[in-house]
């Protein structure tokens, strides 16, 4: 497939950035901050984000969804990126969408995808134990127990954890890796939610005997370990998107810096030594943005998507939002270092976004490994 | 689409039939590759084969007019038949500044006649050019270049000296940039002007490199004729016929970042070199350095494929070539200094030998030019930011 937009993605990127760029830019994000909102994003914007049917996007038609694809969502989440939007995008509409449609039983699919496309219903992967990411090594157990399951353990830093309806939850049980559907209101959950320092939220999550009916099963039974690994490329891809969104606006925000700051009489983007250093992130942006779109159409391409791929991906936009947003402030001088200026904002999200399912680090060994070194 | 699939089953009939099994393999030496011209000498019966098999068909210059000697095709069935030649890993028929560099200003700028002088000899690799653009006291500001061209009439009279002439002892025409006004602003009078390098008061002089070899020249003229109906565009507008070439040129050299279809990619030459402990590489230093690079020589590919299918498309990226430029030769040099690790001590030895012992250390010398050649990394650096990124100065 060719690497550019075609004229339906193109539409869907325009409307994306005019709706956002005039109902949630980067202010939306310092409001919800100083009035210290409860969950970090708005229910408001939420649901007109549902009347633009972007919660649908990844959904079938026959589950009142829009059947986008990922390429779809992707294109949105690089809007979001761009105006740091807190909203449940990338966790239900992506990586929640993603799970029920690619392993969810036809009864999973017919209650929660509806649902999940009106924007009605939030979903969060809980698969994180450990600080650094260890998806595969995992403690929490789902033992089974006649018709049911008892799950115990306990998630760590779950996005999108303290709003989420339904976890979609990675376990042992007795023969290997098994994901489970677990509502929120089931007995023995229970969530620990905090504040980030982006000022998006996220929980801890801790299941104590919690009784879950064998249909919560996701997926195969004791083989789970390549859906949960599916299920992270896709979120890792939508995360990359994010960010692309993001190190865009925040150099675009710095070039404009460069040429109306005056110091010794002159702009000081007429010094070399900015010059250079803003031509070759201009260069790395232009390499993530030829990533981004790969990957997301490989998603739509390849039934089991490309590890390789996504790792690759996730670790180069890592390190480039990271390097934008870091320059961003050095290349502002003082004002970037003030709360009242909106650039700091760019780098503690990048620090978030970087981290969610494995940071730069993580994917550049997976990545080799994937290689076979 | 069903045209392009019946083009892909027929060019993948044609090669399989056509390119021998000698030249479906990457090039191991610099001698293996198919330079053309009047002093070509094929290094076998097969590679010249594969040349003259090409060029029947125009495929030394696929997207050119058939009418030059080109294939006449479309952007999309040239993809296919790249995709098609890199599947068996065939090597390309012809290296050719005549197709890299001079062939795109040609047919943009050119006349008719000059066209149909000029250019078929090229697709068939018959003439071999030669470019004349920096000089002794003219590098990366190209445009005060002294080159002295007097108009005698119907000819000019020229005189001075071009330097790095690549393969300038190897060339049988050489393009070529001249002053034609000396009072003008230095970019207004320069004139693009041909000759052919036989052409009396011509002559060259081998530069030595750090790497032993001498792949380019100090180029002379004295007193030599060049006919006015050799010139590219208008008298004194030679400047245009110049950056045009120009950033085909940067582009050509930022495929050298790209790993040549065939070859061993940087991890796997360190695997068979070091080995492996638990299916990781030994060295974990040089692993993720390795990882790195591989990641950005994938990056490149990937944008550069981009690139080309948005100028199908119809959205152009702009002056990206000196971003190409940039980032191409930079990763080359990594891709160097990575090969040079994983040799370790036997990457010093400079005598040459079985295996290629000695070819090595030759090559990652050679590379430290990548990034000076065509315009310094700092001049591409400087060209994007004002020309792309709009900052002022």
């Known amino acids: 497939m060719a690497l550019v937009l075609n004229e339906e993605q193109l539409m869907l990127k325009d409307s994306a950035r005019s709706f956002l760029d005039s109902q949630a830019p980067v202010s939306h994000l310092r409001e919800l901050r100083d009035s210290e909102d409860r969950e970090g994003f ?15 996007i990844l959904v079938p038609e026959q589950y009142g969804g829009l059947g986008y694809g990922y ?23 992506m990586v929640g969408a993603a799970a029920i449609v690619k392993a969810g039983s036809d009864e999973q699919r017919e209650s929660l995808l509806p649902a999940v496309a009106g924007g009605q219903h939030l979903l969060a992967l809980a698969c994180d134990e450990s600080s650094r990411h260890a998806p595969h090594e995992i403690t929490t157990t789902a033992v089974k127990d006649g018709e049911s399951y008892r799950i115990s353990g306990r998630k760590i830093n779950v996005a999108d954890g303290h709003i989420a309806e339904t976890f979609i939850v990675s376990t042992q049980t007795a023969n290997g890796v098994s994901l489970f559907l677990v509502p929120k209101d089931s007995g023995g959950v229970s969530v620990e939610p905090f504040r980030q320092l982006d000022t998006h939220h996220a929980a801890n999550v801790a299941f104590d005997q919690v009784v879950v009916n064998k249909s ?26 994010e960010m692309l969104g993001l190190a865009q606006e925040v150099f675009s925000r710095t070039l404009d810096y460069l040429k109306e700051r005056k110091q010794f009489g002159v702009p000081i983007g007429s010094f070399q030594a900015l010059q250079h250093r803003a031509a070759q992130l201009f260069g790395e942006l232009e390499m993530c ?85 | ?80 038949l790249k995709q098609e030649l890199a599947r068996i ?42 470019q004349g653009y920096s000089e002794p006291n003219a590098g990366s500001d190209l445009a005060s270049l002294q080159m002295r061209a007097d108009d005698m009439g119907d000819h000019f009279i020229v005189n001075g000296s071009k330097i790095w002439t690549s393969y300038g002892d190897k060339g049988d025409w050489m393009f070529c940039l001249v002053r034609t006004d000396f009072e003008a602003k230095k970019h207004a009078g320069i004139t693009f002007v041909m000759f052919d390098m036989t052409t009396e008061g011509v002559s060259t002089r081998p530069i030595k490199l750090i790497s032993g070899k001498s792949p380019f020249t100090e180029t002379f003229l004295d007193n030599v004729r060049v006919e006015k109906n050799q010139v590219i565009g208008e008298i004194n507008d030679g400047w245009t016929i110049a950056k045009y070439l120009l950033s085909h040129e940067r582009e050509m050299i930022a495929g050298a970042g790209i790993l040549a279809s065939g070859s061993l990619p940087v991890s796997e030459v360190a695997a068979r070199a070091l080995g492996r402990q638990n299916g990781i590489l030994s060295e974990p230093m040089l692993r993720a350095d390795i990882a790195r690079f591989e990641i950005d020589e994938r990056c490149l590919a990937l944008t550069i494929e981009r690139a080309r299918d948005e100028v199908k498309a119809g959205v152009s990226l702009g002056a ?52 000076i050649e065509g315009g310094t990394s700092e001049i591409q650096l400087n060209i994007v930011a004002k020309r792309i990124l709009g900052l002022p100065g």
């Open chain 1, 216 to 241: 919560s099963l996701l997926g195969p039974l004791d083989d789970g370990l390549g859906l949960l690994d599916y299920l992270l490329d896709v979120g890792r891809t939508g995360a990359s998107a």
């Open chain 1, 42 to 56: 708005s229910r408001e914007l939420w649901a007109e984000m549902a009347d633009m049917g972007w919660p649908a």
């Open chain 2, 89 to 130: 890993n065939a090597r390309p028929p012809l290296e050719s500044f005549g197709i890299s560099m001079l062939g795109p200003p040609l047919l943009k700028f050119g006349s008719e006649e000059l066209k149909l002088q000029h250019l078929p000899p090229i697709a068939r690799g018959e003439i071999r050019w030669a």
């Open chain 2, 1 to 80: 689409m069903a045209d392009n699939g019946t083009f892909r089953r027929e060019t993948r009939d044609w090669l399989e039939a056509n390119c021998p099994e000698s030249m479906r393999q990457p090039y191991n030496y610099e001698a293996d590759a198919c330079w053309g011209g009047r002093n070509c000498k094929f290094q076998s019966e097969d590679q010249k084969a594969w040349l003259q098999r090409m060029a029947s068909r125009g495929w030394t210059v696929p997207t050119w007019p058939k009418e030059y000697g080109g294939g006449g095709l479309d952007l999309a069935q040239a993809k296919i």
């Open chain 1, 289 to 373: 943005k030829s990533l981004v779109l790969k990957a997301l159409q490989t998603l739509d391409e390849e039934p089991d998507g490309d590890p390789e791929l996504a790792s690759l991906t996730k670790s180069k936009l890592g390190e480039t939002a990271h390097l934008a947003a870091t320059e961003a402030i050095q290349m502002h001088g003082g004002i970037g270092m003030t709360d009242d200026f909106d650039i700091g904002f760019f780098l503690k999200r990048c620090k978030i976004l970087d981290n969610l399912y494995g940071d730069s680090l993580y994917h550049l060994d997976r990545f080799a490994r994937l290689r076979g070194y």
């Open chain 1, 71 to 93: 390429t779809g969502i992707g294109i949105v989440l690089e809007e979001t990126g761009r105006n740091l939007t807190p909203s449940p995008l990338l966790c239900t509409a």
């Open chain 2, 320 to 371: 990206v070539a000196s971003m190409f430029k940039y980032y191409g030769t930079e990763l080359n040099k990594r891709r160097y200094e990575l090969l040079m690790s994983v040799s370790g001590q036997e990457a010093l030895q400079w005598e040459g030998g079985e295996d290629g012992l000695g070819e090595l250390p030759k090559k990652w010398l050679r590379t430290k030019g990548n990034s």
